[in-house]
């Protein structure tokens, strides 16, 4: 009886006397929303900025009355070779414990995305606190630390503002695609697939951004903004797809899930709006007589979005028609994607990948030479179109007017 | 009343009977010791032990003639009824007519006669005992002593004061019957009796309190409820060896099968509705004279999420509203230790906003969210106590100084954050959405230990707590039953009135934990033979 009583103070005694392993107070964290990479002076060496946030800042109408003179993030930049170095090198100048778990965003600046990238991302898998869904970008034309440290209108959080825009953009215009971390590391471990990751670029002066008043502005000084893909071969950006080529990518991807397309008509260049509403992408390999080839499919479903001339949307050729002109122009957009990446030599796509899952034995040997391959690959792009709406109206009022000059 | 009042008196006294023979075979203490002829010996000797209280009158008069025959009235004033004992007793003795009958009669004659003849009660006994006199002249009835002869009279006079029947103050419902039972015995038992007109309900009285011989009924359905139950019932009972039996909850803690439990293993009620419930469910009520609560066993962990409106509504609402409470039981149970585990530990899994939120309203808080925890959770607990012991008159005071200290000020001072508050007002309300108190009582005491538990080891003390606890639970038993039946051992049929509660008409069986004889309540076909007779069409009805 007495050794059962001491056995259960000495486990009770286990609770107390541990310290309360990993045991962090809310209070001595430093919530880090989005880390950024830059080329240091040295060869190896990085700059990492991190983008931590002021609760209190963020947090309208709180006990403390939300400072409203305090930044809601504050940037810490630091050298070191690698990401757990320059995190815990940052202590020296940041008053809590940085905490990655909420990291949204991780950005690269261009030059280094340019010099390479495959070095450094190690770390951030290894790490048991950043997630893999931390959404990659590239700071176009810039440094990462530059872009992270200005501030943006209703979205008080920078990392939350570029996730949303980058979200949105993505789902509604489909010239940016939205990549997470994994799948960047997936794809450069991959020999039959390339990287690849959208851009943010900065309208404006990026000092003035880093003032609070640039979000008291009814037009910001500084704004953000995302545009176009960097595509990757062994780990360096070589490229970039903009506009339709970007589009183009999306739609390979099978990420397109909304965006609108400008066709022809009455002999006059881009008159109808139609609004994708739905595709669906369907790529096939094959490989005949040692060559490789890709089909892919796309069916799409639209509606009418804009109309700037007088048709009569109300008979099925006229709609049939717009959506020949519509898989005609879809079919641009994909292949103008292919070109660019052709050109590049960098398989963003993962045809390889098709190619290895249609053919094994073949890309045996395939893989040896594949960017140069992918550069004469033979891509067929077979698009199917359905116009399904014409919108809240049939007719145009064009038309109508017409109709009533005809008639007097 | 006064029917039920002389039925509960008959099975008292033989059962007292019984319990006099079995102590014959023990030493003859004095209380056995018989009485004296003389009739000022045994006043005397009366007034001797009673310590002369002046409550207990003694009422002297004479009967018949040539020579008269003392007689001597015993009784407690405030536990008599005071018209009956003069209009039944004392009338009859001092003017009876046949009073001549009595010349030159010997004490022997004078008692046939006073016992066949004079007094019109229900229930005239013989005492031979001094500890007859004693219980007797207790339980408010009249002692008749009569001068020359060693033999006395008991009459039963009872009565007195009690509380009426009121309303239930602790387990309210909005469609259930408004009656709950009072302090006295008789009429809880009548209360249940009103509800279930069978013969087959049995009851058995027990005097348990060596000084207080408090009244102890047990009461079931004879023919439903398992004898193995009602043998374990009388055994545990009847071991009980104490001075004094004040409530129900003295039975209870000395009948339980496991002391060393935050949960009850014995049921109670104020409602003789679900006391009669649990009785057509091979329950075993235990009636204790002097509480307004009946316990019940065995009990199981599901009843008591169950409360009377249950089966007063119908059976989806009812449902929903008992799942709520188990959601409650838990969040009373888990709130604040999930809280201080997920923002001390795993502060990955809070969504990103909400972390944000939260950091923000804990920026400027001094203490650790364990500290804060404690802090608010205790001053709560303290304003509980309060406002259950306080004088109704300062009510209104308590309560301001709570929610001005605790919600108000507290947060504004910046001592703790507003999302403490929250999560200390949605435990206590969920806590007390649980119908039996009992059962809310345990879940406050485990929730300081899951509260330390979270903050060690966040999770995973947690989980491990979690494992320890639903293990506990499987080993409790209550009266041999498993405590977590019908969820561990699983049994079919009683799902259908355990997390939910399907219609009626699909409750065709006891509990079958409980019960293994007579399982089946309603013919199974009841409710859908109905249906099938409405739904055919008229021609074929002819036809049959």
């Not at chain 2, 039975?251 to 496991?258: A, K, R, S, T």
Request: hydrophobic share 40%.
């Amino acid at each position: 009886m007495r050794s059962r009583s001491l056995l259960m103070i000495l486990c009770m005694a286990l609770l107390l006397l541990t310290g309360c392993w990993n045991n962090r107070e809310l209070g001595t964290l430093a919530i880090v929303t989005a880390i950024g990479l830059d080329k240091g002076k040295n060869q190896n060496e990085h700059v990492f900025s991190f983008q931590v946030v002021n609760p209190s800042a963020v947090i309208s109408g709180t006990v403390g009355q939300g400072d409203e003179n305090m930044g809601p993030v504050t940037v810490y930049t630091e050298t070191g070779e690698t990401l757990f170095e320059a995190a815990r090198k940052a202590s020296q100048k940041a008053p809590r414990r940085l905490f990655f778990s909420h990291v949204r965003y991780i950005m690269i600046g261009e030059q280094l995305a340019r010099q390479g990238i495959n070095g450094v991302l190690d770390s951030f898998e290894r790490s048991n606190e950043i997630r893999l869904t931390a959404r990659l970008v590239i700071a176009k034309g810039r440094t990462a630390q530059e872009v992270l440290a200005i501030v943006t209108p209703m979205e008080k959080i920078p990392a939350t503002a570029g996730v949303g825009a980058l979200e949105f953009s993505e789902e509604l215009w489909g010239e940016s695609i939205k990549i997470e971390f994994d799948d960047v590391i997936r794809a450069i471990g991959n020999p039959g697939r390339e990287p690849m990751i959208s851009a943010v670029e900065l309208l404006g002066n990026p000092r003035a951004g880093q003032r609070v008043e640039n979000i008291q502005l009814t037009k910001p000084d500084v704004i953000e903004k995302i545009g176009g893909i960097g595509a990757f071969r062994t780990g360096k950006l070589v490229g970039w797809l903009e506009g339709e080529q970007a589009r183009g990518v999306n739609w390979l991807h099978g990420s397109l899930k909304s965006s609108v397309l400008m066709v022809d008509c009455d002999g006059k260049k881009d008159q109808v709006g139609i609004e994708i509403t739905r595709s669906k992408t369907d790529i096939q390999g094959k490989v005949v007589q040692g060559k490789p080839q890709i089909t892919v499919t796309i069916t799409e479903e639209a509606s009418i979005a804009d109309v700037k001339c007088a048709i009569h949307l109300s008979s099925p050729a006229v709609i049939y028609e717009l959506a020949n002109k519509l898989e005609d122009k879809t079919m641009l957009q994909i292949m103008s994607a292919v070109k660019a990446a052709q050109q590049y030599k960098t398989d963003i796509f993962g045809f390889g990948e098709v190619i290895r899952r249609a053919d094994p034995k073949a890309w045996g040997h395939l893989k040896l030479d594949w960017p140069d391959r992918f550069s004469q690959l033979p891509v067929e792009v077979k698009v199917k179109a359905f116009i399904r709406q014409p919108g809240m109206i049939t007719e145009p009022y064009l038309l109508k007017r017409d109709k009533k000059v005809r008639n007097e | 009343m006064k029917f039920i009042r002389k039925f509960t008196q008959k099975t008292r006294t033989s059962s007292n009977r019984n319990r006099d023979e079995n102590h014959q075979g023990s030493a003859i203490d004095d209380g056995h010791r018989p009485l004296d002829t003389d009739l000022d010996i045994n006043i005397k000797r009366f007034r001797e032990e009673t310590g002369n209280s002046p409550d207990l009158k003694v009422r002297q008069f004479e009967l018949g003639s040539n020579p008269q025959i003392r007689v001597a009235a015993i009784y407690n004033e405030g536990l008599v009824d005071q018209p009956q004992l003069n209009e039944f007793v004392i009338q009859p003795l001092m003017l009876s007519k046949d009073r001549g009958r009595l010349s030159e009669a010997s004490g022997e004659q004078v008692f046939h006669f006073l016992r066949n003849h004079a007094l019109p009660v229900g229930e005239v006994d013989t005492v031979e005992n001094w500890n007859e006199v004693m219980n007797t002249v207790m339980d408010g009835n009249t002692i008749i002593f009569i001068d020359h002869f060693p033999v006395a009279i008991g009459c039963n006079t009872s009565g007195g004061e009690w509380r009426g029947i009121e309303k239930p103050t602790t387990e309210l419902s909005i469609r259930g019957p408004k009656d709950s039972f009072n302090e006295s015995i008789s009429t809880n038992i009548s209360l249940i009796r009103r509800r279930i007109k069978s013969p087959n309900l049995w009851l058995e009285m027990y005097r348990i309190g060596e000084i207080t011989h408090t009244d102890v009924a047990i009461m079931y359905m004879n023919g439903i409820v398992s004898d193995q139950i009602v043998e374990e019932v009388r055994q545990r009972l009847t071991g009980i060896k104490v001075d004094g039996i004040l409530q129900a909850g003295n039975i209870e803690q000395l009948i339980e099968d496991q002391t060393m439990t935050p949960f009850p293993t014995v049921y109670n009620t104020e409602r003789p509705d679900l006391v009669s419930r649990y009785l057509l469910d091979g329950r075993v009520a235990i009636i204790v004279d002097g509480t307004p609560f009946v316990l019940l066993v065995p009990a199981l962990f599901t009843q008591f999420f169950v409360a009377s409106d249950d089966y007063a509504q119908r059976y989806d609402i009812s449902s929903f509203i008992r799942l709520l409470r188990y959601a409650s039981f838990l969040i009373s149970l888990l709130g604040p230790s999930i809280y201080i585990a997920a923002i001390t530990f795993h502060q990955e899994m809070i969504p990103t906003p909400l972390l944000f939120s939260l950091a923000a309203t804990r920026e400027g808080v001094p203490f650790p969210a364990l500290v804060e925890a404690l802090l608010m959770e205790l001053s709560f607990e303290i304003l509980r106590e309060a406002g259950i012991r306080m004088p109704r008159a300062v009510g209104q005071a308590v309560s301001i100084v709570g929610a001005l200290v605790l919600g108000q000020a507290a947060v504004q001072a910046g001592i703790v954050s507003p999302a403490m508050v929250i999560v200390v007002s949605i435990t206590g309300i969920a806590s007390f959405s649980t119908p039996a108190y009992n059962l809310a009582v345990s879940a406050r005491l485990i929730r300081f230990v899951l509260m330390i538990l979270a903050a060690t080891f966040g999770f995973y003390t947690l989980t491990l707590a979690m494992i320890v606890l639903v293990a506990h639970l499987s080993s409790l038993r209550s009266f041999g039953i498993p405590y977590l039946s019908p969820y561990a051992p699983f049994q079919m049929d009683d799902q259908k009135d355990a997390l939910v509660r399907l219609p009626l008409w699909m409750l065709a069986t006891r509990t079958k934990a409980i019960n293994k004889k007579n399982i089946k309540k309603m013919e199974p076909s009841g409710h859908s033979m109905l249906k099938k007779q409405n739904n055919r069409p008229e021609g074929e009805r002819h036809e049959e």
